[in-house]
């Protein structure tokens, strides 16, 4: 089982980036699919999450910036973050929840600057 990140960077406030990250080794369709932040001497917490019946889940500090998809086919998941502050900056990781079973990413770091 792998989720491989990628898609972090530097970029300045107001612009854009996409993170993807690519799973294999289990059935990806099944699993609950999420991105978490955790910025320097802060607890991890969530950004957004895409169920497996279609419901989408965003953190009130992303709604109207970030979107989150999900390709099945391609066991990827996304998320589309625009006009980024500062305070978006920190390692994102993408998380598999199914039933029991919870596993992170490596995790990618955004740094936007201002």
């Known amino acids: 089982v792998q989720l491989v990140e990628s898609g972090g960077g530097l970029v300045q406030a107001g612009g854009s980036l996409r993170l993807t990250c690519t799973a294999s080794g289990f059935e990806f369709s099944s699993s609950l699919m999420g991105w978490y932040r955790q910025a320097p001497g802060k607890k991890r917490e969530v950004v957004a999450r895409?169920?497996?019946?279609?419901?989408?889940y965003y953190a009130d500090s992303v709604k109207g910036r970030f979107t989150i998809s999900r390709d099945n086919a391609k066991s990827t998941v996304y998320l589309q973050m625009n006009d980024l502050k500062p305070d978006d900056t920190a390692v994102y990781y993408c998380k598999r929840e199914y039933t029991l079973i919870v596993q992170w990413g490596q995790g990618t770091q955004v740094t936007v600057s201002s």
């Open positions: 895409a169920a497996t019946n279609g419901a989408i």
